[in-house]
């Protein structure tokens, strides 16, 4: 127990509502008791030296995992916040969850990422059921990243880089040389190389969400969930953040706000409203003025974009 406490406990810190450990742990976390423990941890093993340049390392993705939902439904406090939501989504496809605020978007992604359990239904990768897996095996399929940043702990970027790598160590083992070329690549890859050693608490908001990418490309999954990853980007890095998750060599599910980003980047669009799934299906027949209309309750033209040949959203203000 204290091993798992310890591993995982210290993990679930830097991976927010990680889904992967039991209910007794997760309010741990949240107290005074895991701070203590990180405390003691850094007084007994002061922070290594300032990061230094391993050979980068290839990313070993496989490809992604088949995800499916069947029929969920989830309530709280005896209110019904989702209602009969079923999706798939099959290796390396990018999965985008659509809705206005409150459309149950976040709820849907703690079911995928097993923070709660559903109510009804189940949700399976590969064909298992994701409360059969090991939380150790779990961590190890699937990477998250979420709109709020985890707490202040003293770390530097590269050692919040360096936590995706906890799900693949034993006990109290450190990071050993491969690690540290996985936290390189990845930290390479999203462009932040240059901020590994500045303190995290000290980054803006766009280059923390760019570190937190890096630590789920660091975990190595197979399954990415993201909710809203654009959310505190300029437009520049937006669009640079999905081209680097499109390219990744696994299944993607993120919630996304900016219809024309989901339009542009996403294989398949999931449209909820009221905790409903209203539509589903590729961005052209999901985003219909029809739909938009009903759901957001404005009028837009759709067309194509001329520099991509995607379908282009545009919005009447009136």
């Not at 990680?18 to 093993?45: E, F, I, K, N, Y």
């Not at 070993?60 to 499916?68: D, I």
């Not at 901020?195 to 660091?218: H, N, P, T, W």
């Not at 027949?285 to 404005?298: A, N, S």
């Amino acid at each position: 127990m204290v091993r798992h406490f310890a591993v995982f406990g210290f993990y679930s810190v830097f991976y927010g509502e990680s889904g992967t450990l039991p209910r007794w742990s997760r309010r741990l976390c949240r107290g005074d008791h895991l701070m203590q423990l990180v405390r003691t941890l850094r007084a007994l093993h002061p922070p290594r030296p300032r990061f230094s340049d391993p050979q980068p390392a290839s990313f070993a993705g496989s490809g992604g995992v088949a995800l499916r939902a069947d029929r969920l439904g989830w309530e709280e406090d005896g209110h019904r916040i989702l209602n009969t939501i079923s999706l798939m989504a099959e290796p390396g496809d990018i999965i985008g969850i659509i809705g206005p605020n409150g459309a149950g978007k976040s709820s849907l992604l703690r079911l995928l990422y097993r923070f709660v359990q559903p109510t009804t239904g189940s949700v399976r990768i590969d064909r298992e059921d994701i409360w059969a897996i090991s939380a150790a095996a779990f961590a190890r399929k699937v990477a998250v990243v979420l709109q709020e940043f985890p707490a202040d702990f003293g770390l530097r970027a590269c050692e919040v880089v360096e936590t995706g790598r906890i799900p693949h160590q034993s006990g109290w083992a450190a990071s050993n040389r491969r690690d540290r070329e996985i936290v390189f690549d990845a930290m390479e890859t999203v462009g932040v190389r240059a901020l590994a050693d500045r303190d995290f608490a000290s980054l803006s908001g766009g280059e923390k969400q760019r570190v937190l990418l890096a630590r789920a490309i660091a975990q190595q999954p197979e399954l990415l969930i993201l909710d809203e990853p654009t959310n505190h980007l300029d437009i520049g890095y937006q669009f640079e953040c999905l081209r680097l998750v499109r390219d990744l060599p696994m299944t993607v599910i993120a919630s996304i706000h900016d219809l024309n980003i989901a339009a542009t980047y996403c294989d398949r669009l999931y449209c909820l409203d009221h905790g409903r799934m209203v539509a589903s299906g590729n961005p052209d027949d999901v985003l219909t003025p029809d739909l938009i209309r009903k759901v957001y309750g404005v009028n837009a033209l759709c067309d194509t974009h001329p520099f991509t040949g995607r379908l282009r959203i545009t919005f009447d203000p009136n």
